[in-house]
Nanobody
């Protein structure tokens, strides 16, 4: 079973940057796609970005295109989300997730293992 731990969240001013990490246990991590999702208080969990098993394919929500970059280092069993030009509306708990597939899919229901989340707060 793959277990996931997110880190790197925090408080940042608008326009600033953060890099989130998703560290995974389990030998099969490198064969799975990984997605990042976020959930603001009182809102649905939304797709942010996803990356295929080998990093060759990525997928982004329109709201973060050009500002966020997803990447992975399979040797370290870690996926990253570099977030630049942050806006107050990016404030949310960010979750990483894996699914038993290799492509960069964007639907939360397709992912079956989730981390505990990390809080990102962007002040105006």
């Amino acid at each position: 079973q793959v277990q996931l731990v997110e880190s790197g969240g925090g408080l940042v001013q608008a326009g600033g940057s953060l890099r989130l990490s998703c560290a995974a246990s389990g030998r099969t991590f490198s064969t799975y796609a990984v997605g990042w999702f976020r959930q603001a208080p009182g809102k649905e969990r939304d797709f942010v970005a996803a990356i295929s098993w080998n990093g060759a394919d990525t997928n982004y929500a329109d709201s973060v295109k050009g500002r966020f970059t997803i990447s992975r280092d399979n040797a370290k069993n870690t996926v990253y989300l570099q977030m630049n030009s942050l806006k107050p509306e990016d404030t949310a708990v960010y979750y990483c997730a894996v699914g038993a597939f290799g492509s960069a899919r964007g639907y939360a229901y397709q992912y079956n293992r989730w981390g505990q989340g990390t809080q990102v707060t962007v002040s105006s």
